[in-house]
Structure formats: structure tokens, C-alpha cells
């Protein structure tokens, strides 16, 4: 199992936003804009194109296979310039297919080992939660990390869950071994109450794909992430 804390040099992790950057061209760019302004400070980024949107979406088709193989082919030579783990979301056939370096289930799917099984034992498996009990479920099947969430209202969609809260998520990590990213409204401003709770990052969509400055918007959050380091260490 992969160990991360809050002082991780990678604190990061990167989703894509399932349809507007793909659809408009510019999901590539866009990753490779953040994955610049990070500064190295991205571990992961999540291709999470085959998801079915949501009714505010309506008219938006989630990715054929064909479309997450062109995609992943374009960003794989970006991620390992940046030492940066491509993932597939919820196919383990196709993270197998594509020699991906791991898959992100969801939370009605805790095989964990048997995606380990299927991709290999040095692959990265993580899964979503959304509640305390579930992240402590999901903790025993050994994930190599989990993303807990919404801590706050996204800023990708609109929301449908209650959001968490920082208590909760502090909670949380307390009550798991493995790494916990906070996935929900993540951004600048509230990157130093996350690493405060002891989470081992910050799942980011929305505030940094989805802005006008992928480049800028990554590096504020990384240099945000890291000043908060330094403080506690100082």
C-alpha cells in the first residue's frame, strides 16, 4: 500500500470533468497546463471520461472506449514527464487493455483485489467514499488510496450529496491507515484546512481544469499546499 501524508511532495490528484474539456477539445491542453503550473506536485491524474452525466447535462454523451484510448495515448507521455500515475475510472478491462498504472472504482465497487489481481500487485487502486463508515469499509480491503467527499459543494457540478465538512474528514483520517484525498470544492483558499486535517491531498477537478488558468490555478493550490508545510515544519 502506498504511504502519503500531509507532507507529501505530490499532494495533488487530478480529475478530468467527464464531458466539457473533452467535447470542446482541450482536455489534453488543459491537463498539461495544470501538470506544468504543479510544478511536479500532481501524483495522479484520474481520466474520468466514461461517466454519465448528470440531468443538468443533458444532451452530453459520456466517452466511448474509443475516445478514453485516444485520450489516454495523448496524455500518457505528458503524466510520466511530470512523474504523474495515469488511471483509468471504474474500467479495469480497459486499464488493462491500455497498461495503465491503475484504476479508481467507485463506491459501489469494492473488488478491490480483484482489480489488483487483474492489473497486477504494483498497480494503484483507489476508491470513492462518502461517509465515515464507508471509508472505514472501504480502508479493509487495503486501497492504495481513497477519495472522501464532497467536503464541500463541488465547483464540476451541481451538488447531490450533503457535503461532509472538514470535522467529518479530519474524523476520517483518523479512523483509516490508508491515504485519504478530499474530493469537493477544493481549491486555493481551502487547501490549508485540508492538509490541517491530515488528509494526504486535494482531488481536484473543477477550480483548476475547468478555469480560465489550469497552469496558474495548480500552482497556487501546490504553493498553497507547501507553505502550510513549511509553516508546521518551521
Excluded at 450529496?161 to 481551502?190: H, S
Excluded at 473543477?206 to 496558474?216: F, I, K, Y
Aim: with cysteine; aromatic share 4%; proline share 6%.
Amino acid at each position: 500500500m502506498s504511504s502519503y501524508n500531509s507532507t507529501s511532495n505530490q499532494p495533488i490528484y487530478l480529475i478530468t470533468d467527464g464531458w466539457r474539456l473533452r467535447s470542446s477539445g482541450l482536455l489534453v491542453e488543459a491537463v498539461c497546463s495544470a501538470l506544468e503550473g504543479a510544478g511536479g506536485a500532481i501524483g495522479a491524474v484520474q481520466l474520468r471520461e466514461q461517466v454519465v452525466p448528470s440531468i443538468s447535462e443533458t444532451g452530453q454523451k459520456p466517452a466511448t472506449d474509443e475516445d478514453v484510448i485516444a485520450l489516454y495515448n495523448q496524455l500518457r507521455p505528458i503524466c510520466e514527464s511530470h512523474r504523474a500515475k495515469l488511471l483509468i475510472n471504474r474500467r479495469v478491462d480497459l486499464a488493462k487493455r491500455l497498461g495503465a498504472d491503475g484504476v479508481h472504482l467507485p463506491s459501489d465497487n469494492l473488488d478491490i483485489q480483484g482489480a489488483r489481481n487483474v492489473l497486477g500487485e504494483n498497480s494503484r487502486i483507489g476508491i470513492s467514499v462518502h461517509s465515515i463508515e464507508e471509508a472505514k469499509h472501504a480502508a479493509k480491503q487495503n486501497p492504495d488510496y481513497i477519495l472522501f467527499g464532497p467536503v464541500f459543494p463541488p465547483h464540476s457540478k451541481p451538488l447531490t450529496r450533503e457535503p461532509l465538512g472538514i470535522a467529518n474528514l479530519k474524523e476520517a483520517v483518523g479512523e483509516v491507515t490508508c491515504p485519504i484525498y478530499a474530493l469537493g470544492g477544493m481549491d486555493r483558499d481551502r487547501t490549508s484546512q485540508v492538509a490541517e486535517s491530515g488528509a494526504c491531498g486535494v482531488a481536484i477537478i473543477g477550480s483548476v481544469l475547468l478555469s480560465t488558468d489550469p497552469r496558474n490555478a495548480a500552482k497556487e493550490i501546490a504553493q498553497k499546499w507547501f507553505a502550510w508545510v513549511s509553516s508546521v515544519n518551521a
